[in-house]
């Protein structure tokens, strides 16, 4: 494995070298390295670019790794990656993207997943976009999530974008059935002219069904973001959508949050909070003795932790 | 040893010029100092000038002998200043833990920081971990900010109304805090209060009202004098 692989691997997976279980490494474009359980398969789709990972049911303590490296700079591609959990399994996916741009091309990456996840299911997804190198061509990445929960399933859906993307727009859509919960952790990191923009549609359709959609960003220099949520409270259920973004030099962030109850039982929450590091975060971190950019690097860190 | 020499400090309200503290000097060099005196006295302002978070007006302020009126935040706490904060503040994904290592200066154990803890009554396991966020409560998020001025260890530390909020840890607990800090660093501790207990404790007690050092003494000297002919309200003194 050569070193831009490793590091790009470690940056989106926590990778040091393959992985146990099974996995599927795509890299430029083609199959890198697969491997499959006896209880999850992956298989090549033969229609267009992609895969499908198919959980049996009662699949427990398993996990998938599924990680893109992107090394070819110009490189463009959409990729199609369908899960099918089955019943009653609890497993964790790993998925995520790296580009390294050595060159002046812009490379691009559009990882459209979809989710069905069995009844009584729990699944944590993370996802984590990263990009490097030291050409001039963009790096982009635009990433689509659709997730059905079925009856009794949990999904926890973690994504991070720190560092290195110039363009991302990202969409998520989900449908809650009953008793199903998704909570979806966001953490975005902008800077320089990087443009951001997210987009999360939750359609909260069965009795009890719930999601907490929480997203925590850092806008720096000249970056912008724009950050979009909706729920749909379609029957007795409990939707929660918190935007808090800190915003630094020049740059611009937009939220747009919508609620929409269609049922007398539906109860949603929205909060959102836009500002700058607060003045007395500073002062405390300089009264232990950090300098005013020490003190700022540090509340940034935390806050994305 | 902290001396302030003919300290001001104004601001301007609506246009017109407001004096908060009025030509203050002292020199603190004793074990325990409080400071007390009327809400809206100037008390918490002071503190802020001494930690370097307001600038005076006018005088000068040095410790150890060395001008400190034109340095930092940062620089003062370097030199040996800190500051325990009224209104403890909180960040989001910041631990506490981290905190008391910013605190120390220096990565340390999980054991050298829970003993931090241990000593203003928390159990050191159900926070070492926790972010010190709004989910903390008042006094626990106080008893944090007295642990992270005591693991700084400097020759000067200053603490505004720290027994606010402690209500389920005794005064008693909060006086050893003092003893031991002393007993450790060998440096002065201003403590801003309202409480006999706590004043009862001081080797010199200034008191500050309208901006103005009104008094300065031993607390033999200073205490009796308080509520007869103090700064108080005259309606209120009289009721009590």
């Avoid at chain 1, 497993?91 to 990882?111: M, P």
């Avoid at chain 2, 506490?96 to 829970?114: P, R």
Wanted: net charge negative.
């Amino acid at each position: 494995m050569d070193k831009i692989t490793k590091d790009l691997l470690e940056q989106v997976a926590g990778l040091h070298e393959i992985p146990t279980g099974a996995y599927n490494i795509r890299k430029d474009g083609e199959l890198y390295g697969r491997n499959v359980s006896a209880n999850i398969d992956i298989v090549t789709k033969t229609d267009k670019p992609g895969i499908d990972i198919i959980v049996k049911d009662n699949t427990v303590n398993e996990s998938v790794h599924i990680p893109v490296i992107i090394a070819q700079s110009g490189l463009k591609e959409s990729v199609y990656n369908d899960f099918f959990i089955g019943e009653n399994c609890d497993v964790t996916i790993i998925a995520g993207c790296g580009i390294h741009n050595g060159g002046k091309d812009a490379s691009e990456h559009s990882g459209i997943h979809s989710f069905d996840v069995g009844k009584n299911s729990k699944v944590k997804y993370v996802e984590k976009h990263y990009g490097q190198g030291e050409g001039t061509g963009e790096r982009i990445m635009n990433p689509k999530t659709n997730i059905l929960l079925r009856e009794g399933s949990y999904m926890e859906m973690d994504t991070v974008q720190i560092e290195g993307i110039d363009s991302t727009k990202r969409e998520t859509t989900a449908r809650i059935l009953d008793d199903a919960k998704l909570i979806i952790k966001e953490k975005i990191m902008t800077h320089d002219k990087q443009y951001a923009e997210t987009n999360f549609s939750v359609d909260l359709d069965g009795e009890n069904s719930s999601t907490d959609v929480v997203s925590r960003s850092v806008a720096k220099d000249e970056s912008t973001q724009l950050f979009k949520s909706e729920i749909n409270g379609n029957g007795v259920c409990h939707g929660h959508s918190e935007c808090d973004a800190i915003i630094m030099d020049n740059a611009s962030v937009k939220a747009v949050p919508a609620l929409t109850a269609n049922n007398v039982e539906a109860s949603l929450v929205h909060e959102a909070a836009i500002g700058k590091i607060a003045g007395e975060q500073l002062i405390k971190l300089m009264t232990l003795g950090l300098s005013e950019e020490e003190a700022e690097k540090e509340i940034v860190a935390g806050f994305l932790k | 040893m902290l001396e302030l020499k003919n300290v001001s400090y104004e601001v301007n309200d609506e246009n017109v010029n407001k004096e908060i503290i009025k030509n203050i000097s002292f020199t603190i060099d004793e074990r325990f100092v409080a400071i007390t005196g009327p809400n809206g006295g100037g008390k918490s302002t002071l503190a802020k000038i001494i930690a370097g978070i307001l600038t005076p007006t006018e005088g000068r302020i040095f410790l150890d002998g060395k001008d400190i009126t034109d340095l930092s935040i940062t620089e003062r706490a370097k030199n040996g200043i800190s500051f325990a904060f009224q209104q403890p503040v909180r960040f989001k994904g910041i631990t506490v833990k981290d905190l008391i290592t910013f605190a120390v200066g220096h990565s340390i154990t999980t054991t050298e920081a829970c003993s931090y803890l241990s000593e203003v009554g928390l159990c050191a396991k159900d926070y070492i971990n926790r972010e010190l966020n709004a989910s903390l409560s008042g006094g626990e998020a106080k008893r944090i900010e007295i642990a992270m001025t005591m693991a700084r260890g400097t020759s000067l530390s200053i603490f505004d109304e720290p027994e606010a909020g402690i209500d389920l840890w005794s005064f008693q607990s909060l006086i050893k805090v003092f003893e031991m800090m002393h007993e450790k660093s060998g440096g002065s501790i201003i403590i801003i209060s309202h409480q006999e207990r706590i004043l009862n404790i001081a080797d010199k007690v200034i008191v500050l009202a309208n901006g103005e050092l009104v008094n300065i003494g031993s607390k033999d000297e200073v205490l009796p004098g308080l509520l007869v002919d103090g700064p108080g309200c005259e309606k209120l003194v009289s009721k009590m």
